[in-house]
């Protein structure tokens, strides 16, 4: 079974600073993806981010990209230039590739930006 | 609009009685799914469906029931709801075979409280 490890439960940054989220995952698939998603207040769960594992390439997203080291098995989020609406919960996510779909999530970080 | 629709977006019931969750997705997806958050938990999967009429259990199914007749919907039903599966569910979507790391659209979350 996949497991998948947040191991900050909170944490907190300055506006306009750059913030790493840590995320790992054990599987021993070698065929998956990956995913950070945002929570906000609201509670809707936006995806930001994902990463195929057989790209060697890291992901971007406009101030939002990944650190995958496959073979650590580590998938790292970090958000420059971080803004107020920046705060939210963020959840690592894993999915097999050709599986049930599943998604396997973290049990999540909780982002302050603070003015 | 594409998206998943969720209702109630907030229910409180007693021990005991009967309830449904109803889900609506729009954008003809085979996938659907049912996740329930708690802290310090993250999300866990409840039931999927990968098509009509098919569904399965996830990791967390006991005392709840799905049914899937139609494409578009994906009711969770509580026969006898319990105070410990009072929670924060999310029924979400996706294409099916379409290739791995297809997006899952969620649905806005309906706060369940059972007293």
């Known amino acids: 079974a996949q497991t998948v490890t947040q191991s900050q439960p909170e944490m907190s940054v300055q506006e306009a600073e750059t913030v790493t989220l840590s995320c790992t995952y054990d599987?021993?698939?070698?065929?998956?993806?990956l995913f950070w998603y945002k929570q906000p207040p609201s509670r809707q769960m936006i995806l930001v981010i994902r990463?195929?594992?057989?790209?060697?390439q890291n992901a971007t997203e406009n101030r939002f990209s990944v650190n995958f080291q496959k073979a650590a098995k580590s998938f790292s989020l970090k958000i420059s230039d971080s803004q107020l609406g920046d705060t939210a919960m963020y959840f690592c996510?894993?999915?097999?590739?050709?599986?049930?779909?599943?998604?396997?999530f973290g049990t999540g970080t909780r982002l302050t930006i603070i003015p | 609009e594409a998206q998943v629709t969720q209702n109630p977006r907030y229910l409180i019931t007693v021990t005991g009685k009967k309830l449904t969750v109803t889900c609506s997705q729009n954008m003809n997806h085979e996938y659907m799914s049912w996740y329930r958050q708690d802290p310090g938990l993250g999300l866990r999967q409840i039931y999927y469906s990968m098509n009509v009429e098919v569904t399965d259990k996830g990791d967390v199914p006991e005392g709840y029931k799905v049914s899937r007749k139609e494409k578009r919907n994906f009711p969770l039903i509580l026969e006898s709801p319990s105070p410990n599966q009072t929670s924060l569910y999310f029924c979400?979507?996706?294409?099916?075979?379409?290739?791995?790391?297809?997006?899952?659209?969620f649905g806005q979350g309906t706060r369940l409280t059972v007293v």
């Open positions: 996510a894993f999915v097999q590739y050709f599986g049930n779909e599943k998604l396997t």
């Open positions: 979400a979507s996706s294409l099916v075979m379409t290739g791995p790391g297809t997006e899952a659209f």
């Open positions: 990463q195929e594992a057989y790209k060697q």
């Open positions: 599987t021993s698939e070698s065929n998956y993806y």
